[in-house]
């Protein structure tokens, strides 16, 4: 006979999948102590560059349950965004999490859904929904909820599986079954470390966020500076190349989640496509998409930074 707890398990993991979910795992919330003296040896660093907001709400940051009055339990789950087809050769490129809608509204409704099926299924469960939001630890609540290991280029990587995809949890008032961590499986490779144009990866599982492409793309507000002109690899909004030199990335299989296919035109705009590119185009292919984020003028910025 199941147990509350391996009932109520079963109900939110069963649920997840449904929901389209690639996997979910389940952590006793509390303090992340392994974590806090990395996070704050990187930040002492200004690894985080401009990003000031990592420096908001420490301790938050660390124990959900001063961020979820309650909360008892993290339930972290993964989804695919590993597309069908990729950009053309002669493309400036953009992540490839970036080619359909904003993952942060499909995750959103897929969460609120999911927290939804809890209360329905086992009555008054309060609880909030993150995705990458707000101060949370995605990677290493997935990591401690055995959904993966951080790999060396400091995403989370799976077994069978590889990294292209989102995290997000449900924080929860709910005692339930709790997973346990996996081991670490990148071995001695170093493929990601080597393939890092700007040398942002200063050390194994070490990532410093003021010299990746994706924070000179997105993040950066101002110019991007002369002395990194030429390592950018065509990237004009974020940069995968970590990921796709991972040999667990031989893994990914595509999406299956039609929110995430890209708009018809993307896939085919050349860099002359690009450098064309009007303010209307940018909102007709970008309507619903994160590139949104780095605005008209910012996707404008860094086109001509890699044209020069």
């Avoid at 695919?80 to 490839?96: A, G, H, I, R, V």
């Avoid at 390592?231 to 893994?251: H, L």
């Amino acid at each position: 006979m199941l147990n509350n707890k391996a009932k109520y398990t079963e109900i939110i993991k069963t649920e997840a999948k449904r929901l389209g979910f690639l996997s979910c795992g389940i952590s006793k919330a509390g303090f992340l102590e392994e974590d806090a003296p990395r996070l704050e040896a990187w930040l002492n660093k200004n690894m985080n560059g401009e990003m000031r907001y990592m420096e908001n709400h420490f301790d938050k940051r660390l124990d959900p349950t001063l961020l979820v009055e309650g909360s008892k339990s993290v339930v972290s789950l993964l989804l695919n965004y590993y597309p069908t087809e990729t950009q053309t050769d002669d493309s400036y490129k953009l992540s490839k999490y970036a080619y359909g809608n904003d993952y942060h509204h499909v995750i959103k409704h897929k969460l609120k859904s999911l927290l939804l099926h809890i209360q329905d299924e086992i009555g008054e469960v309060g609880g909030r929904a993150f995705v990458d939001s707000a101060p949370v630890l995605d990677k290493a609540w997935a990591a401690k909820s055995g959904l993966g290991w951080i790999g060396k280029h400091s995403n989370l990587l799976t077994q069978q599986v590889g990294s292209f995809y989102f995290i997000a949890e449900l924080i929860i008032d709910l005692e339930l079954d709790y997973d346990h961590a996996t081991t670490d499986h990148c071995g001695t490779c170093t493929a990601c470390i080597d393939a890092c144009p700007t040398e942002a990866i200063t050390e194994p599982y070490v990532v410093d966020g003021s010299k990746c492409i994706s924070y000179f793309t997105i993040e950066l507000k101002e110019n991007i500076p002369n002395d990194v002109k030429g390592q950018f690899n065509d990237w004009m909004f974020g940069c995968d190349i970590c990921q796709d030199v991972c040999p667990w990335n031989k893994f990914s299989k595509p999406h299956n989640e039609p929110l995430f296919n890209p708009h018809p035109e993307l896939l085919d705009m050349t860099k002359k496509d690009w450098e064309e590119i009007t303010e209307d185009t940018f909102k007709k292919v970008f309507q619903k998409s994160a590139v949104k984020r780095t605005k008209f003028s910012g996707l404008e910025r860094n086109i001509k930074f890699l044209k020069k």
